[in-house]
């Protein structure tokens, strides 16, 4: 048995099904952090300064994967998804064990840090998912990952809710169990996607962060449609850093109801994608399912922005559901336009373009929430969020106006 092979080959079906858990449960840690890390850095720097320090550390974790995403990418390229999956699951189920034993902040941030590194295998799950699908199934299938984004924010936000009421410590070690037993299964049973005679040499130009975004520059469609993601992460970014502030500052709402918000959030990310991605794109196509998602996205942040009362924010939770139909829509047109040997360093460099927005957006969102949350605009980082989406929309509307003339 090697680390190249797996001692029990699974067939397709179950392979495809590692991929979605191994997605799940980055999500689902991903959840526990985003529910307890402000609890818990509030512990250790006290009320006043939360604001901005989860803001940087949620900005230094994107801005991690921003140099790791296409490395990771670019690597998989040249030796295969399969070791760098299995690496980052094994790194990221250690890294909750430091985080759960933490003692000051300084060390808090070292385990975000590796957090990041490890959880850059994003990009390989969605390469690997390229790898053994056609184009028509394409976006489905995305959809399918988008689900288990979606259960991960039902599953980790009601984990941390409940047992961070306990211990804010113990949902990391929860977390860490369910990692590394993930990549102990995935070293027996994951087979590898990308055949040797697929894969392409690889090169520091094309994974450093600068040089893999050259392949997003090689046409104005994929550099149209990449500043879009850009945009639309930007945004996104408004969620993971301001949304358990606000509804507890606007609210009063305890930590078990945010965590409890967000699991339904998650529940009804995954209903949609799981259920409606692949019927909603077959309807519509691939552009105008992006956009339609877009436009929900733009609607829903405008809600948690204005929102009078804390009963309307699960109304508000409906809508951003459909928000989650534009990527899977959107990294399908991606894929589609470059060959099988750059899948890899594609999904880096969206990775990487991900991580850029990330990494600026809750430095952005935790200065505006610091400055405006107890003054007469409390939502003014969400309408920040909410500009940023329509201005996606208004490039996603053009781009298809030019291919069209074209």
């Known amino acids: 048995m090697s680390f190249s092979n797996p001692l029990i080959p699974a067939p397709p079906r179950?392979?495809?099904?590692?991929?979605?858990?191994?997605?799940?449960?980055?999500?689902?840690?991903?959840?526990?952090?985003?529910?307890?890390?402000?609890?818990l850095i509030g512990a250790m720097a006290g009320p006043s300064a939360v604001g901005l320090i989860n803001g940087a550390f949620v900005g230094i974790w994107a801005l991690t994967q921003f140099v790791a995403a296409p490395v990771l990418g670019s690597l998989?390229?040249?030796f295969g998804r399969r070791p760098l999956i299995l690496?980052?699951?094994?790194?990221l189920g250690l890294d909750y064990v430091m985080m759960a034993l933490a003692p000051n902040l300084a060390w808090?941030?070292?385990g975000r840090v590796i957090s990041a590194l490890t959880s850059s295998s994003f990009s390989i799950c969605y390469a690997y998912v390229t790898d053994t699908t056609s184009e028509i199934e394409r976006a489905a299938a995305f959809g399918r990952i988008g689900a288990m984004f979606g259960l991960g924010f039902i599953i980790g936000p009601a984990v941390g809710g409940l047992l961070g009421a306990v211990s804010l410590r113990a949902p990391f070690w929860v977390a860490a169990g369910f990692s590394l037993a993930n990549a102990v299964f995935g070293f027996l049973v994951l087979p590898e996607s990308l055949p040797k005679d697929r894969r392409s040499p690889f090169r520091w130009r094309n994974a450093n962060p600068l040089g893999s975004l050259r392949l997003l520059r090689s046409h104005p469609e994929l550099t149209g449609l990449s500043i879009t993601h850009l945009l639309t992460q930007f945004a996104g970014a408004s969620i993971a850093t301001v949304y358990v502030l606000q509804m507890m500052r606007r609210f009063g709402w305890s930590?078990?109801?945010?965590?409890?918000?967000?699991?339904?959030?998650?529940g009804v990310i995954s209903v949609i994608q799981g259920t409606l991605q692949g019927r909603i794109t077959e309807r519509l196509g691939e552009r105008r399912t992006m956009q339609f998602g877009l436009l929900a996205g733009a609607l829903a942040v405008t809600g948690f922005a204005l929102a009078p009362v804390g009963w309307a924010i699960p109304v508000v939770i409906l809508v951003y559901g459909f928000w989650g139909l534009q990527g899977p829509a959107l990294y399908a047109l991606l894929s589609q336009r470059v060959s099988e040997t750059e899948q890899g360093q594609l999904q880096g460099a969206l990775g990487s373009l991900t991580s850029l927005a990330d990494g600026i957006g809750p430095f952005v969102f935790g200065a505006i929430f610091a400055a405006t949350a107890a003054g007469p605009a409390p939502g003014a980082a969400f309408l920040t969020a909410a500009a940023a989406l329509v201005l996606a929309l208004a490039l996603s509307l053009r781009v298809s106006s030019v291919t069209k003339a074209e």
């Not at 690496?87 to 790194?91: Q, T, Y």
């Not at 918000?261 to 998650?266: E, H, L, Q, V, W």
Request: hydrophobic fraction near 65%; charge should be negative.
């Open 76 to 78: 998989s390229d040249r």
């Open 14 to 39: 179950v392979a495809s099904g590692f991929i979605l858990i191994a997605v799940l449960l980055d999500m689902i840690g991903f959840g526990i952090a985003l529910t307890v890390l402000p609890s």
């Open 255 to 266: 930590l078990q109801s945010v965590g409890l918000s967000m699991a339904f959030m998650g």
């Open 108 to 110: 808090l941030l070292i």
């Open 87 to 91: 690496a980052s699951m094994a790194g």
